[in-house]
């Protein structure tokens, strides 16, 4: 039985002086061909669950036998998992700037051609090693910019920078009130088989500012440009973003069910030596441009009728709007639904919304996954 | 059938000069003598469901004989109902002076002994016009105070004003994550039975800030210095508050529950004609200085393993904290309990928090209250 | 003399069903040829002067002669303004989500070389008019999106929607604590010389979000496009940032200041029969990639030490930096600077401040414009 | 030359299990005859410039000759210090429950006729070592309550059992936009000519939850009691609050005017061997009962008039409210003044207001006090 090693790494200062740090936990492999590991949790404060999925997951790890580096880093953002405001934590953006947590991670928009250019002749291995060492000095650099950077992306990209030299990297995320779901890119949806997740979201391999998209997309790019030189190999990295279910939420038994889904998949990936299977359950899967929000089509308190993660008929209320402001008009009391079928994955925490706040996210045109 | 009729009542005004304004809804009663009534809903922004029993119970008396003239006053707080932080309502205190909104109310501080030595000659009714006048008559020399009052005092006594003409009074709320439970004066413990309410909290008959406190305790100490007078009659008015389950939650089926509560009350005290009966259920009691506040001993994720609104017995879990910063000791998960019985009534809304935060208030050295 | 015509217009409703509205008032031109204007104020909570400097316009154009229509639009977000959060307003962003209420702004992406294939057989006056129509009507079917749109983006396509009806659009905000200064387009940089703001921004002429953008973003495109094609004229419609001082200020008579230097240009383009000259007064410019920001190196108390408005030589302190906590080291108090001469244009409104948070911004590389 | 010698202590936790802790510093005094003294700073997260005060007051002592030991705790409550909300820091009050962090401290409550009874044999000196004692250990016995305590009384009674062990206790805050003044109780009204503060409010010797209070109270009580026995000494202990101009500033030529008049006061306590002036200034006074907060009589946009710490005769505008939402009528821009001489003390941060908003607090009836 081996435990984990702890460190920390710092990722920025408080006014008050104090260090922000990070906890860090690493099992070290016996294998160094096997694939590493970054596995990340609560980068939006509220949404803890993922602390819990580690702590059953380092828990299980003692007993297997590890043979690829896996580094955790819980608690991952300081700053917004300790803002609170009212009951709740206020943690999805920088307080000061508004600007969402997960948008903060560095876009290194590689000029591939170039760098390929330079290095082609360069075996596949030294050719990924040189371009992941590229990779973290371009954080590296980020990090000591002459005028300095916002206290949002230095946590990003310190962050990142562990991300880069991991093979695989999984964020750990919740919805506001959600059932379990994947982001999960195009390229690599076969993953999506392995986790005990039943919903996936098939997302471009494109950057839209999140860890998962920071981490793959670069190696997207030069896997994309190497075929098209003639030269062939599979995406070298791969990132999802695990959202397991609701924010506010410590759940150690379900946390024990994700712990294994994670754990599943490393076994597919060879980074432990133990075989452990994926559960068997059905999963679908959307494309992103089907995931739909639906907004306030007016004020009113909201009684939430669909049941996340349950196929909803169309015509079916999504929501009843209460507008007892207008009681005794046919205002008072009223069912928003939607005009084609979907399975509705998240809705808003509040009960109570202004026009225009987003009720609910769904997934339409939803198709079965094959099973492992 | 009888629709109520619709008004509005300003509070205030923000800083743009929109008008602050409350809804009002009355049912005129057909009988001069019978009681009259008042019932406010969502003074504190998040809890909301106390507009969905008033407008199940005013769907419910369009079809009775209404009595007593009845006033609704739902979405008593418009400021605090509209100010969101992040996904959730910061409507407990007011956003500038951090004031909890349920403590603003006025404190009338009446000199019961001079006011009685004017106005004994007075017959009972006569008597309680009277005193009515006067406490109305003082809100409205408040709201007129020569330097001004504070925002959430002037809304408070706006709606204290309204209150003070009623024979009864509801403030309908809810806790966090909460079960149903009633604060009653120790000297109206009877009327907790009508309600479909299975805890209830007996307080003193002093003022401490809330509306039902600031209904009743000028009516107490009146009644109180008149005994001592050699004059007998019962506290002529009666306040409650009504804690409807947990808050940013709109159920209008639970709502239908508590509505059909109300009117068994009212039916009870001759505000309808018809004869209501209270639901049959078990219903608990407890003083409140044996309702206790537990604090977090220290900081962490928070596992809420009791269920509110259900026994616990001594040494059984209220709650695991998660320490995974300190993954590896004993003290990484570690849970919580009490050395006496008790009943949880209420925990925190979020899963992560700071040493001292209130995780629980439990109702200890609880008795049955009989059946009507 | 006459007054300006009031209206107002919904953008929003709140969670109690109370509206949203702005205020609009008008100014009727007696010239159909005028150029027509639309200037908006307050689309931050905080950055309120705009609304004293339409106030002191207003009255002024009483004794004018307008000949163009002028619509003003103060306090242009009125959830913005109302949203205090302690002592200040917590205006920039959308409270719930973080968006920043200026970015919000609808990018119309026009396919230009489609549409002028269609339409350039009109003159350009009836080419002026449909391509306004068309983004008029692009904002409409915005608003009435199948799915809903967000809070702020409804608010923002509202005001969008009046501005694209206007000639010249003047957008009024102000720093944090701020001297004054103008985003001016590249192509309309002659007209920085009119207002009495003695900093100017040069902006590319590119979409980013803001109104001043989503303004005369497509109509520099079919300028450039027609252009392209052989057909020339000068962007039709011009459209500016104005950034008064600080936020959390009223103060009229400065107010009455920036009223004439907007009389001034307002003047020289015809919108108001009478001769009204600019102010004397040097005016600066520096372009948007030579403006920088300044983060904070590392966490403290800050004394701001430059003035804004006032240029800094190279290696002039900036900051001090006290860290009271490292006493006795000799990071407890230390002088940040740059390596480059610069005028400071504003600070954080905050004295203590995290690592990363944004401490000034400074224009460098910084000429003078010359006079009218 | 000394330097301060540096320790800190923990007064709370974070979510994260970060300690909340504060940085302390002591001079250890030479005679242990001389009084002994505690200064802290920032209790309120904005209100900064007490730490610039200690850190120019640490800088001077190191050239004096400390008779009496003296501990420095400045940023005092990290939280509130650490805690943003947009551009400015929102530590008045905890976010959580939305108790001013300046009303936390303990009331002791104590039962002086028991305790005197008990230990009126003992001398002066023993007498006021036992009670103390007993002070100190009534606040440890606070942080070991069996169900916990808040967050916010654990940090107080913290900084709260620190304070007991010294003679002088001094509190630093800031107002708002303020001018300096002092919170003095009435019966040590004479060291108000110490401090280089012009204006002096003169408190009752009673507790309202502040740090003065609780210093100085249970003191003021036994004086007051053993007075009553025939026993008479002056109050042992002396405690203030001072209010150094604004928050959000950090000014160190400023701090070390104040520092000064620190200096000044603890050299005629004989708290250095050195002989140091008060500053040569007009001091005046009022009582807490003629300190005036004027309310907002409508809500609207503010042009501050009234300068702070400058007085301001009867009728003279304070303040005046611009509601260009009623631009055309006289209510669009309106002058409100007092019937009354005052001098305005502080007034509120932000430049709109809702209803109700306290404006400024301003001097009424007031009275010069004579110099040293």
């Known amino acids: 039985m081996t435990k984990a090693i702890q460190s920390s790494v710092q990722v920025g200062e408080l006014a008050t002086g104090q260090a922000l740090t990070v906890p ?3 099992f070290i492999g016996s294998e160094s061909s096997a694939p590493s590991v970054y596995i990340q949790a609560n980068v939006h404060g ?3 669950q993922g602390n819990a999925v580690i702590y059953q997951l380092m828990t299980l790890l003692e007993g297997y036998q590890v043979l690829g580096n896996i580094t955790f880093a819980p608690l991952a953002n300081p700053l917004g998992i300790n803002q609170k405001s009212g009951e709740f934590t206020l943690g999805r953006f920088d307080p000061i700037t508004g600007v969402n947590w997960n948008r903060e991670y560095f876009d290194h928009q590689v000029d591939v051609q170039a760098w390929y250019r330079e290095h082609q002749h360069l075996t596949d291995n030294a050719l990924f090693q040189a371009y992941r060492s590229m990779l973290v000095e371009a954080c590296q650099k980020r ?10 992306h230095r946590l990003a990209v310190n962050l990142q920078t562990m991300a880069h030299q991991a093979d695989i990297v999984l ?3 919740t919805g506001p009130k959600s059932c379990k779901h994947l982001y999960c890119p195009e390229y690599d949806i076969d993953a999506a088989r392995y986790f005990s997740i039943p919903y996936t979201l098939v997302i471009p391999n494109s950057f839209g500012g999140a860890m998962d998209e920071a981490t793959f997309c670069p190696w997207w790019q030069l896997t994309q440009y190497a075929a098209s030189q003639g030269r062939d190999f599979s995406v070298p990295v791969s990132a999802f973003t695990l959202e397991l279910a609701s924010q506010e939420r410590i759940d150690l038994d379900d946390a024990l069910v994700d712990a294994k889904g994670i754990l599943a998949y490393l076994s597919y990936r ?8 994926p559960a068997k359950m ?3 899967a959307c494309y992103l441009r089907d995931y739909k929000k639906c907004h306030a089509p007016k004020a009113g308190l909201i009684e939430y009728c669909a049941v996340v993660g349950e196929p909803l008929a169309a015509g079916q209320p999504l929501v009843n709007i209460l507008r007892i402001d207008l009681y005794g008009t046919d205002q008072a009391f009223q069912a928003i639904s939607l005009p084609m079928d979907c399975v509705p994955i998240l ?11 987003e009720l609910y996210k769904v997934m339409t045109k939803v198709f079965a996954l094959p099973s492992v």
Request: glycine fraction near 10%; charged fraction near 10%.
């Open 282 to 284: 059905a999963r679908f």
């Open 270 to 277: 060879g980074v432990i030596a133990e075989n452990v299977s």
């Open 46 to 48: 509220a949404e803890v």
């Open 347 to 357: 809705h808003f925490a509040s009960a109570s919304v202004h026009q225009g706040t």
């Open 24 to 26: 860090l936990y690493s």
């Open 171 to 173: 964020d750990l995320h």
């Open 143 to 152: 990090l000591a910019q002459p005028f300095g950077i916002s206290t949002g």
